[in-house]
Each structure stands twice: as structure tokens, then as C-alpha cells.
């Protein structure tokens, strides 16, 4: 205990990880699509899968999604409905006088992990 008490007056008991939410959901509208066969250069196709991506504007974020099944499913306009995490730095700290158990000082929003999407 003496040792986080010192280590607590330094700030050295400070600690930042990384921590999804749970599974939130969000309706948003496909404002593009595109594939690899749209491109210039459609034999660089050859070597790998061809890539579907579609790109999903949500009143918190806008996700790329790259789904072949989806893509041939919807069009410009189309709703989605988007699962994601949102991604946040916790900040925490021993808290005084026993520094038995640590207290959230600060949650920060760094971005969203997207899990699924399908259409409406």
C-alpha cells in the first residue's frame, strides 16, 4: 500500500486501456458503392477476391462496409442497419486513502468498430 500511495503521489497509478461497448445498432443510407471491377485496372482483381465496398452514412459515423452479398443487395439510397462498438480510452486511478480500488477519471471516444451490417 505504501508503494501505490507514493506511486499515487507521483501519478505514476494512472493507467489508459482500450475498451469496446457493448453492440449498438444505427439505420443509415448507402451514399456509395464501388468494386474492383469498376476500376481502371480490373486484372489486379486477378490475383486476389474481388473487394465490394459500400459506404454507410449513420448520424454518429460513416462505415465502410465490404460485403459481396450486401452489395449485390442494395443500391444508392438503400437503408442499412449498422451493428457496431464504439471504441473508448478509460483513464483510471487508485483511489485515496486505502488505494484499494480504482475510480474512471476520464472516457474518451477514439472511433467505432463495425461488427455487421444488413439491409432494411
Do not use: W
Amino acid at each position: 500500500m505504501i508503494l501505490k500511495k507514493i506511486g499515487h503521489k507521483l501519478g505514476l497509478t494512472k493507467r489508459n486501456k482500450k475498451k469496446l461497448s457493448e453492440i449498438l445498432y444505427s439505420k443509415g443510407i448507402v451514399i456509395s458503392k464501388s468494386s474492383e471491377s469498376d476500376m481502371i485496372l480490373p486484372q489486379i482483381a486477378q490475383f486476389g477476391e474481388e473487394d465490394y465496398s459500400l459506404v454507410v452514412e449513420c448520424p454518429i459515423a460513416q462505415f465502410n462496409v465490404r460485403n459481396k452479398n450486401l452489395f449485390n443487395s442494395v443500391n444508392i439510397g438503400s437503408e442499412v442497419l449498422i451493428a457496431y462498438q464504439e471504441i473508448n480510452k478509460i483513464t483510471s486511478n487508485y483511489v485515496s486513502p486505502n488505494f484499494n480500488y480504482k475510480k474512471e477519471l476520464d472516457k474518451v471516444l477514439l472511433g467505432y468498430k463495425l461488427e455487421s451490417a444488413r439491409a432494411i
